[in-house]
């Protein structure tokens, strides 16, 4: 089992209490991610000696309103991913096809456990805040479902378990 | 984009919910190409068939097709 402590602001080594619980109210629960190609994609393009994209690097938040985890298409694009399927999602205005990709999502405080995940493209452009890395996805339901989330708003602070 | 493989699998919908009920399925063209437990078997099971040619990938649920993320679909992810 692969265990993530999260706290905010997500910079190593600063831990003063006033300001991890200010940076989880303003900030919420994320954690660093990074998105590159699914292995079999990357033995693919190898054997057929085409470029492989580097990976992205950025954070991600823990929404437990998702029904599922979420990339930016921005991300999915610069990889050169080709969507897998599409699925619809609702807003106050109606719902809208977003494309799904395959992934691979790496977690650096997990000692760089890597995993498969499809996901969803959005558009998380303007979604990032001074001073903290960008956002680049949202982990949903799909994901938590294999996971213990613990969230602990008195010390602004959160573990994620993940089976 | 998979518009071909999308029409496939809504047609064959009914019957795939009776064979293959949570299942991943892959499909390439109007071709089925297999049913799979889990997304990363069938995703390498669409490369080996298909290679970089475009594939659908679909869980077999019977409300599949949509979802909500109401903190982005409403805008509400930046303070």
Redesign the interface.
Known sequence: MAIIHGLQPLQPGLVNPAVMLQGMIAHGPRMPIEVSLPDPLIEILSREEKPIPRSVSGSILIDTGAGVTCISDRVMQSLGIQPISTIRMGSAAGSNPHNVYPSKLTFPLANGLTLFWLVVGVDLSGQTLDGQPELIGLIGRDFLVNTLLVYDGTLGMFTLALK | ??ERE?KYFNDNKDEYLRIYPNMFVVISDDKFVGSYTT??QA??A???AC??K?????QVLPD???????????GL???
Do not use: C
């Open positions: 984009m998979l999308l997304q990363e995703y390498e669409g490369i080996k290679g970089l475009p594939f659908l990938l679909k599949g097709d949509n979802t909500s993320v109401p903190a982005y679909s409403l992810l930046t303070r």
